[in-house]
């Protein structure tokens, strides 16, 4: 779900809560590269032994030595030596101590955990934004997740899910179709989960975050915060633990704080497995989206053309995703609103995608579009989640009708 790393043309409106999911998906808004390579599995970077959360002693660190100069920025190849061991570094050490502090951690485990974590370069290239100057195509953005590989998977993890999806849209409105999609966009049904030792990629991008973008280094160290205490909550060796480059986790991946936050045990079973237990990362996705505001029954857009006006267009287009204006004001501005959106008496937002060198596609979204978003900061994400939904949904058989037997009293 890395969902926040993708770059919006406009400043995007952020919800007040923070979204911790995570997808790596600039490459593909811009027509190149994969889901899969943006989730490629790093080389071994370590020949240690792993040591088990429940091992809190650590091996006598030598003396600290301070950060090699230039280090942070430098785009290297994975196989490279390290110039400076994690376990080394003054600030690292530091870090560590105050971290374990703070979530009440052994010290010397963490020490020992960060000591094992080796600086990831691709991670540090694929944190970048996308080149400049590339159009975004949001048609070719759809094809890469409404395919026909794609839909056969969707509907065989939706048949082989099929209680929970019933279950999770009954307790949270979510439609089955969406939490399909979802999981389906993140990681091919769970064939794209990610390569990447969890703790080396955070550990790169908590000491190391390259410069050429705004510093995001306090977000990675309270994910990292969060990994460690959840490793040792759940009795995990934080060094087997894989996920993508930006350290999300599992199916839905989830970033380590939305696994604590948000996760749920849907199973009942007393463990929470995003990566095996369908269950569970069926009632995640569905929780998460109902802590962020979603409606039961409320539809995610309806059919808009802009206002001919550039100025109105540009006003209707300055809150971005965020729902601000009603079916009156959007009106008023030149917006042509379908029928259904005519109608509907909640907050809009005209939301623009771009097509390369075609005219650009536009929607009203709704608040249910907005709270798609909030796994994804991406209108392009959250309206193939739809369209994926969409499509997943239109090619499910139609339930059976009763026979009139059924339904008399004692058949």
């Known amino acids: 779900m890395i969902a926040f790393e993708l770059q919006e043309t406009r400043p995007l409106v952020l919800d007040a809560k923070f979204p911790v999911t995570a997808l790596a998906l600039s490459a593909l808004l811009l027509g ?4 899969a390579a943006q989730n490629a599995p790093a080389p071994a970077a370590s020949s240690a032994k792993p040591k088990t959360a429940a091992s809190h002693k650590a091996a006598p660190h030598k003396k600290p030595t301070k950060p090699a100069a230039g280090k942070r920025g430098a785009v290297q190849k994975d196989g490279t030596p390290d110039v400076v061991t994690y376990g080394q570094r ?5 870090l560590g101590r105050s971290l374990a502090e703070q979530q009440g951690l052994d010290a010397d ?18 944190v970048m934004p996308p080149a400049a100057g590339v159009a975004k195509n949001w048609q070719a953005y759809r094809a890469r997740f409404v395919e026909p590989q794609r839909l056969r998977e969707g509907q065989r993890w939706w048949q082989d899910h099929e209680r929970w999806l019933d279950l999770a849209e009954a307790r949270w409105g979510v439609p089955a179709s969406v939490i399909v999609a979802i999981v389906g966009i993140e990681t091919f049904y769970g064939r794209q989960t990610g390569g990447y030792k969890v703790i080396d990629a955070l550990a790169t991008l908590s000491f190391d975050f390259p410069s050429g973008r705004s510093d995001r280094t306090p977000f990675y160290r309270d994910e990292l915060a969060a990994f460690l205490r959840w490793c040792n909550q759940e009795k995990r060796d934080p060094q087997s633990v894989r996920g993508s480059y930006a350290g999300a ?18 199973d009942g079973d007393g463990r929470i497995d995003l990566d095996t237990h369908g269950a569970d990362v069926v009632g995640s996705v569905a929780h998460y989206l109902a802590e962020f505001g979603w409606q039961r029954g409320l539809p995610t857009h309806f059919g808009v053309a802009p206002p001919v006006s550039v ?24 917006a042509q609103l379908d029928p259904a959106g005519q109608a509907y008496d909640g907050p809009l937002a005209l939301v623009e995608l771009q097509n390369g060198d075609n005219a650009p596609s536009y929607v009203a979204g709704t608040r249910n579009f907005y709270v798609i978003t909030r796994y994804n900061w991406s209108s392009y994400y ?19 009708i009763p026979s009139p037997a059924a339904s008399l009293p004692g058949a």
């Open 109 to 126: 485990w963490v020490l020992a955990q960060l000591a094992q974590a080796r600086y990831q370069p691709s991670v540090a290239r694929l």
């Open 249 to 266: 986790i599992g199916l839905p991946q989830f970033m380590p704080s939305s696994i604590q936050k948000y996760a749920v045990d849907f």
């Open 311 to 334: 100025s109105d267009r540009a006003t209707l287009l300055s809150p971005d995703i965020l729902p601000s204006f009603s079916a009156k004001q959007m009106g008023d501005l030149g």
């Open 90 to 94: 003054e600030d690292v050490v530091r």
């Open 32 to 35: 190149a590269g994969s889901a």
């Open 382 to 400: 959250a309206l193939a989640v739809i369209e994926l939904a969409r499509t997943l949904r239109q090619m499910r058989p139609p339930a059976p």
